[in-house]
């Protein structure tokens, strides 16, 4: 075919035979060119005056550029073509968005634009060309990917001048690549929640997805399929209503956008950073946020628009509102519930209380700094309040044997209800035995004492035998149970009560109360 392009090799050969005075004809039919193609690079040849030495040494690039045709000028339906394509690229960060959908907005605004095939080839030579930061591949609101910097910062302190380093968390949003960076103490899960939240606070909104590198204090195991995740980080996922969706293990494509993002604030934030001394973690991170606002307003190479642009006008839209409480971190706990229906909480050495029925069960305690939940096989079986006293217990009476309830809700009150359903005598004795003592456990086992004779004599002659106690003056279990052995409560007539004659050495009842 008439003026073909041809391959570099094929150039350089002609060039060889011709500078060896061989004939056209003789190049094209040994070089399966054609006559037209052959004159086209032999007349370009004479035109730059160069030797076959100097073209021998050439690169291929060099070479090339002396045969380039000139460029011509775009076609109008060429012209506007970039910016059709940064505004595709944006819209395809929306979910639901497709090529096609922007293909056919494209072609109502130009109708006479290129036909579908063409306008995606010339989309992907375009992106090709301007090598662009922001990746199509990821939708917007979609995933955040949150990893620790591998260089430390450093706080130091004023008194002694001792330095600390710091880890540095990034988090990225996969769509707009809007960046969070914040100093913290360490790499611990309770550090990471607190600063993912704060990513989130940053953002105002919440992603669908997190995607951590395997981190120890988000992942608990690492596995290609179905890695653990850590119950803390879990829970706190579960809080804010995302997913934890761990960077496969040795995949470092994975987690791309967050590896050149530290790379990138390595160059444009530490590098600040490092001109200055800073003598505490709030200080530190201040100074961070004025360079990572600069850093999210710093145009993409080849674009006019940058991070915070993209964000702002697409990705902020798609983020999940932040949830009314911030997280409160849970801690968790295994523990075996005792005899007596209590469990120790380690971290404060108090007991609390859990159902009778799971005595010498494995539980699980979950723990706030508030609030304390114990669960069994995932059910709930028992909540209170966090108390700190180290050794004491906190206990929910129904989580006791009917029995121990009965034996703590004793009161007063109780056995004069009891006393009442026995008779007027009973009730008034009981009220006797009540205030004999300030030690209220001493009346309550002499009243339990007296209530049970019930069971082996029956009401009616207890009834009697409270009454003759009363006439006694002597207000005691004893005084009952010696009554009713001999059979006093069934004399006609009363047996007088000897008294004591007053002396000043005898000290009288009214001295024990």
Known sequence: M?????????????????????????????????????????????????????????????????????????????????????????LLGKPGQTRQACWLEYIQRKPGGYCYTQFCEYFRRWQSQTKPTLSIEHKAGDKVFIDFAGKRLSIVDKATGEVTL???????LGFSQMTYVEATLSQKKE????????????????????????????????????????????????????????????????????EIAVKLVYQRIYRDLQKQTYYSLDELNGAILILLDRYNKKRFFNRDYNREDVFVEVEKAYLAPLPVEKYELRRYQQATVHKNCHVLLSDDLHYYSAPYQYIGEKVKIKYTSEEVWIYHHYEMIAYHKRERARYLKTTVITHLPKAHQAYLSRGPEEYLTQAAAIGEQARKLIEKVLERSK???????????????????????????????????????????????????????????IRLPGHENIRGNQYYK
């Open 2 to 90: 008439a003026n073909e392009r041809i391959g570099i090799m094929k150039i350089r050969q002609a060039i060889r035979l011709f500078t060896q005075g061989k004939k056209k004809f003789y190049i094209s039919r040994n070089l399966g060119l054609s006559r037209n193609t052959v004159d086209k690079y032999i007349a370009g040849f004479l035109n730059t005056d160069l030797t076959w030495d100097q073209v021998d040494k050439m690169s291929d690039h060099q070479l090339m550029s002396y045969f380039a045709a000139p460029e011509e000028p775009p076609s109008p339906r060429q012209s506007g073509l970039g910016e059709e394509f940064k505004r595709m690229e944006k």
């Open 439 to 497: 030690y209220l456990e001493h009346n309550y086992q002499s009243c339990q004492g007296i209530l049970l004779l019930e069971r082996k004599v029956g009401r009616e002659r207890l009834e009697l035998a409270c009454k003759r106690a009363l006439e006694y003056e002597v207000y005691n279990y004893k005084m009952v149970q010696s009554i009713l052995e001999k059979g006093l409560e069934q004399a006609k007539e009363e047996t007088k009560v």
């Open 166 to 172: 710091v880890e540095v968390f990034l988090a990225v």
């Open 191 to 258: 550090d990471l929640i607190k600063a993912v939240e704060n990513a989130f606070l940053y953002y105002g909104g919440v992603p669908q997805v997190v995607v951590p590198d395997n981190l120890k204090s988000a992942v608990k195991k690492p596995q290609r399929y179905e890695p653990e995740i850590n119950e803390t980080f879990q829970d706190f996922a579960l809080h804010y209503q995302t997913s934890v969706l761990p960077a496969r293990v040795r995949k470092p494509q994975d987690k791309a956008l967050v």
